[in-house]
Structures are given as C-alpha cells and as structure tokens.
C-alpha cells in the first residue's frame, strides 16, 4: 500500500490536530492548575494596577485611623500607624515578583552557559 505525500501530511496533520486537542483538555482537567493560573494572574494585575488604581502613599500615616478593622475603606484594614495593609501588601507584592523574575531569569541565562559550556567541552 503506497502513500502519496498529501495524504501522509494530512493524516499527520491529523494525529497533530488530535495530541493538541488531548493536551488542551488535561490541562483543563486540572482545577489545582485553574486556580494557581487565576491566583497569580490576579496578584500580578494588582501588583502592576496599583500605583495607577490608588495613589495613596504605602508609607503614608494616618494615626487616626490606626487599627481599623477590615471594611470599605481598608479592604484589609490598617496597622499600628494608620497605614492601608493592603497597598502595602500589593507593593510588597511587586517587589516579591520583580525578584522572583530577576532569579529566574538570572538561573536561566546561568543555567544555559554552563549546559553549553559542559556539552562543548566536557570539563563540568
């Protein structure tokens, strides 16, 4: 039984079509991946929105207002000097993130000099 090229490239087309579809769908089948992408995509917007969204200081005290409970004015309240926990939290958030990605990126760029370093030479 002989093949000609375009049947060949269609049926691989074909297999290829199917593995994407099969891959798509466990990915989707997993809710502990869902909610980790969701998570992160939500910290990092707010993490990057937020000098555009508030413009209230992290820093910045307000004594009278210190202690407050949770409520519409502080989503997580304040602490002991009257600072809003959560613009603090989401800077310290952007800060947690810059690193993290600088580390990553660093450990890549390290990691891919020394893996072509050893194979090439064989010193490692």
């Known amino acids: ?4 090229r375009k049947s060949a490239s269609d049926a691989s087309m074909a ?3 199917e593995q994407r579809q099969l ?3 466990r990915l989707l089948a ?16 707010f993490a ?7 413009k209230t200081d992290p820093n910045a005290m307000v004594v009278a ?13 304040t602490d002991e000097l009257g600072r809003d926990l959560f613009i603090r939290v989401m800077y310290g958030a952007r800060v947690s993130l810059w690193v993290g990605g600088c ?3 660093f450990s890549c760029i390290l990691g891919t000099i020394i893996g072509l370093y050893a194979s ?3 010193k490692i």
């Not at 039984?1 to 000609?4: D, H, I, K, S």
């Not at 997993?30 to 917007?45: A, N, Q, T, Y």
């Open 103 to 105: 580390v990553a990126a």
């Open 1 to 4: 039984m002989y093949f000609t």
């Open 65 to 77: 207002d210190r202690l407050q409970p949770p409520g519409k004015g502080h989503l997580l309240g």
């Open 30 to 45: 997993s809710p502990g991946l869902i909610i980790g992408c969701v998570g992160f995509v939500i910290i990092l917007l």
């Open 120 to 122: 090439y030479f064989n």
């Open 15 to 17: 297999i290829l079509k």
């Open 23 to 25: 891959r798509k769908e």
């Open 48 to 54: 990057v929105l937020v000098p555009i969204l508030n």
